[in-house]
T-cell receptor, first 115, second 113 residues
Framework: GAVVSQHPSRVICKSGTSVKIECRSL??????MFWYRQFPKKSLMLMAT?????????EQGVEKDKFLINHASLTLSTLTVTSAHPEDSSFYIC???????????FGSGTRLTVV | GENVEQHPSTLSVQEGDSAVIKCTYS??????FPWYKQELGKGPQLIID?????GEKKDQRIAVTLNKTAKHFSLHITETQPEDSAVYFC????????????FGRGTSLIVHP
């Protein structure tokens, strides 16, 4: 149980375009999901908390207009990287927690490359 | 806020040897400590966890110990195998923080055949 699916696993886009990443909880409902960014050989950096039916909460230093988060249902959160630039290239990971569990389950990650 | 320190950053062992990764945390209210394994190009996977009311937990070749007084916890992997090669992250969390994990910086474990 507690499976989190993330799609796509890899995406290459041109500078200036927008990219949407999906995160789904497959076998449970998640009122809250989290989005992380990970640089090579670095730890996970929490970007934002996605709240179902309300605005996302962004960590300090994360541009909310650059990284748009939508959590329209109890099983789906999306992260849209708008007007992407090469410096946005990174590994993005989502996570969620089953309400009967303590630990968080992570998606498989999305490797974004902006060219 | 919580601060988690993890050492070493890189650990290289021979197949069959044991590996130990150590973490310390700062927030005495933290009461849940998960360990994640991240393989290249994948998301982290929970491999074992421990709560503050337990001093040690074991699952086959992996074990975790917790010293709440000293605020440190460790991951022990015995009889390492090449497939154990990955990056391991420790984390600390608490109920008041919805168990949102604060991660250590990670340890790259390399098991040589």
């Amino acid at each position: 149980g507690a499976v989190v699916s993330q799609h796509p696993s890899r995406v290459i886009c041109k500078s200036g375009t927008s990219v949407k990443i999906e995160c789904r909880s497959l076998d449970f409902q998640a009122t809250t999901m989290f989005w992380y960014r990970q640089f090579p050989k670095k730890s996970l950096m929490l970007m934002a908390t996605s709240n179902e039916g309300s605005k996302a909460t962004y960590e300090q230093g994360v541009e909310k207009d650059k990284f748009l988060i939508n959590h329209a249902s109890l099983t789906l959160s999306t992260l849209t990287v708008t007007s992407a630039h090469p410096e946005d290239s990174s590994f993005y990971i989502c996570s969620a927690r089953h309400n009967q569990a303590t630990g968080y389950t992570f998606g498989s990650g999305t490797r974004l490359t902006v060219v | 806020g919580e601060n988690v320190e993890q050492h070493p950053s890189t650990l290289s062992v021979q197949e069959g040897d044991s590996a130990v990764i150590k973490c310390t945390y700062s927030d005495s209210a933290s009461n849940y400590f998960p360990w994640y394994k991240q393989e290249l190009g994948k998301g982290p996977q929970l491999i074992i966890d421990i709560r503050s009311n337990v001093g040690e937990k074991k699952d086959q070749r992996i074990a975790v110990t917790l010293n709440k007084t000293a605020k440190h916890f460790s991951l022990h992997i015995t009889e390492t195998q090449p497939e154990d090669s990955a990056v391991y992250f420790c984390a600390a969390s608490k109920a008041g923080g919805s168990y949102i994990p604060t991660f250590g910086r990670g340890t790259s474990l390399i098991v040589h055949p």
